[in-house]
């Protein structure tokens, strides 16, 4: 018998984990941000930033989100796999 647990059966789970991920990176970046910063964070339609610091701070909050998201996502399976015993897959 496969032991794993499709990805049907994972999404409740993999969704209620996505949006914890997303509104803890969130917070994270704006955090970083502020304290290297020592202000806001750009918006990228704000006239009065550069290309260099709104490109600069969507890719830190790209990697915040990806580096987050991972952790949280791998969190969750294995979790699934301690609760069930089975390793979700796709």
């Known amino acids: 018998m496969d032991k794993r647990i499709s990805k049907a059966n994972y999404k409740p789970a ?3 984990l996505g949006l914890a991920a997303g509104t803890l990176s969130g917070m ?4 970083v941000w502020s304290m290297t ?3 806001t964070a ?3 339609i704000d006239e009065d ?3 260099g610091e709104i490109l600069f701070a969507a890719a830190l909050q790209g990697a915040i989100v990806a580096v987050i998201r991972a952790s949280i996502d791998r969190a969750g399976a294995t979790g699934v796999r301690k609760f069930t015993g089975y390793w979700p897959h796709d």
């Open 42 to 44: 750009p918006h990228p």
């Open 49 to 51: 930033r550069g290309w």
């Open 28 to 31: 994270v970046f704006q955090r």
């Open 37 to 39: 910063m020592h202000r």
């Open 14 to 16: 993999g969704i209620v």
